[in-house]
């Protein structure tokens, strides 16, 4: 009998503690549950053939991007199929649940499908072919006011957004995945096409093939200039030495090294030492849409210096920092008056005219295509808002960071280089050596994972992002800007399609209680919870 007792006695703690484990549930338990959930509902209800755009209405009667979308469409552009797709790479690296990778695969297979046949991507994909996106460019694209890059139906990719690039990209991480051969002819074909569209002395067009038929009155068409806007030639630049780590073709170290010499080809010489956002075929800073004068930018200037310091990093040799002093004096002569920095908010104009350095700002006026205009000269007041008219550098960090890498020597600047064959270890492969990281500040997809691994959240906040889910496991968001749908008025006038603004360009964001789905929601919320699980050590 005390036998007996003594079993049951001992049973009854071991089964208690067995169940006290199994209902203990951690933090990192439930927010693992908030991120498949949230994920399960953006891949089984949202998604359209494994793509996205930016925002929906919660019973899906409207969704857009920038501008508004066809139920067929989905968004290459930033936080659409490219910025979902890595963001479930993301939770596949940190949580190692299948689920995410077939996630990023029909993202993959959605980018796939919509690469054109030169190999680069449009700004969307529509999946009811070629007639539908006619369509929406002789209606919505062609009447956004402001949007200008929508306005015309070219046919051709675009490095426009680093649309093309980051897509590329993208491929290129999920082929690394697994290794996944499926996948590396799509892969091999934008390499190609990024090769092919570069131009001899190193820089990109906004847009390739090159096309001429867009009806403006400028003496060429923009699109076809050397841009730097909008990180178009960085983003083909940086993808190709990803390609050049991971996959060792040593083709591509040509145009690679051609893309940054072309940084120094086209800054300007002293006392303007800075560069514009896109060049004509003479080499001269040229304007483009109808508020970006042909002006040297203070922010690019900034910018670009940065990376002519990482491109010394790149190779030891310092051509490419020996006339940062230039900039910086240049962006030293441009500051603005004291009386101009709104209570020092900002330090200089956007754009500062060539020859003069005066400052130059866009203005507009109207309320769409029909009867609206833009235009710029020397007056701050009234400036166009949509663009920003004015910006913030900081020089001081800039010396700081200019100092510190001009006092390395050749060899202790490369040390990490990922264009030295010696950078990688007897005993792990480029593939591995990148997904590890990157030695480098601004190489590869660094900003997701420092980010992910370094994010420090309150237990508070974390809970806060869990509860926020709703019953249905959407994170919803309110207040935003929203477009304008299409429609004809009764007099027959195309209505402005783009986003809500006031005539100055200030964004209006929806006042009203509505509620909508947003993948950038999504994604910082993701990010959030992935950084914990991480520092929880998954």
Request: aromatic share 14%; hydrophobic share 35%; net charge neutral.
């Amino acid at each position: 009998m005390k036998l007996t007792t003594s079993f049951c006695i001992v049973f009854y703690f071991i089964s208690s503690g067995f169940l006290a484990m199994a209902q203990k549930r951690t933090l990192t338990d439930d927010a693992k549950k908030a991120m498949l959930d949230a994920t399960k509902y953006m891949v089984e209800q949202v998604s359209v053939n494994g793509g996205y755009v930016g925002t929906y209405l919660p019973d899906f009667t409207r969704r857009w991007g920038e501008l508004e979308f066809y139920k067929t469409q989905i968004q290459v552009q930033s936080d659409g199929v490219v910025s979902m797709g890595n963001i479930f790479l993301d939770a596949y690296a940190v949580t190692g649940d299948e689920y995410y990778y077939q996630a990023a695969e029909n993202a993959a297979k959605a980018l796939i499908w919509g690469q054109l046949p030169c190999g680069g991507w449009n700004y969307m994909i529509d999946f009811a072919g070629d007639r539908s996106l006619k369509n929406w460019y002789n209606t919505i694209g062609k009447n956004a006011w402001g949007f200008e890059e929508f306005n015309h139906y070219y046919g051709n990719a675009t490095f426009d957004d680093v649309t093309t690039s980051d897509a590329a990209k993208f491929l290129l991480r999920i082929y690394l995945q697994k290794l996944d051969i499926s996948l590396k002819p799509a892969l091999n074909k934008a390499i190609a096409f990024v090769l092919e569209s570069q131009y001899p002395m190193g820089g990109w067009p906004q847009r390739y093939p090159l096309k001429y038929d867009y009806p403006h009155h400028y003496d060429d068409d923009y699109t076809s200039f050397y841009t730097y806007n909008d990180d178009v030639i960085w983003g083909n630049l940086d993808f190709l030495i990803q390609c050049y780590v991971t996959l060792g073709e040593e083709r591509l170290l040509d145009p690679i090294r051609r893309a940054m010499n072309f940084y120094l080809i086209t800054h300007q010489g002293s006392p303007q030492g800075g560069w514009g956002l896109q060049y004509n075929m003479n080499l001269e800073p040229a304007h483009a849409r109808s508020y970006e004068p042909p002006a040297l930018l203070p922010s690019v200037t900034y910018e670009h210096a940065k990376l002519l310091m990482l491109f010394y990093q790149y190779t030891g040799d310092r051509k490419f920092i020996s006339r940062i002093p230039d900039a910086i004096q240049w962006l030293e002569s441009t500051s603005l008056p004291q009386s101009a920095t709104e209570n020092g908010r900002y330090t200089h104009p956007t754009f500062i005219e060539m020859g003069t350095n005066k400052a130059l700002y866009a203005h507009r006026t109207g309320s769409g295509i029909v009867d609206g205009k833009y235009w710029w000269d020397y007056k701050d007041e009234k400036p166009l808002l949509h663009y920003g008219a004015k910006s913030n550098v900081p020089i001081e960090k800039l010396k700081e960071e200019y100092k510190r890498i001009a006092s390395l020597t050749a060899e202790e600047a490369t040390k990490n280089s990922p264009l030295k064959i010696e950078t990688f270890q007897k005993d792990i492969t480029p593939q591995q050596y990148y997904q590890m990281a990157w030695p480098l500040d601004d190489g590869p997809d660094v900003a997701r994972r420092k980010y992910i691994s370094s994010v420090k959240m309150e237990e508070s906040e974390i809970r806060k992002i869990i509860g926020s889910l709703d019953k249905q496991h959407r994170w919803m968001v309110k207040h935003i800007q929203i477009t304008r749908p299409y429609a004809i008025t009764k007099d027959g006038v195309e209505t402005n399609t783009a986003r809500l603004s006031e005539e100055s360009g200030k964004g209006i964001v929806d006042s009203s209680d509505q509620e909508y789905i947003s993948t950038r929601e999504y994604v910082k919320n993701m990010r959030l919870l992935l950084g914990y699980i991480s520092q929880k050590g998954k």
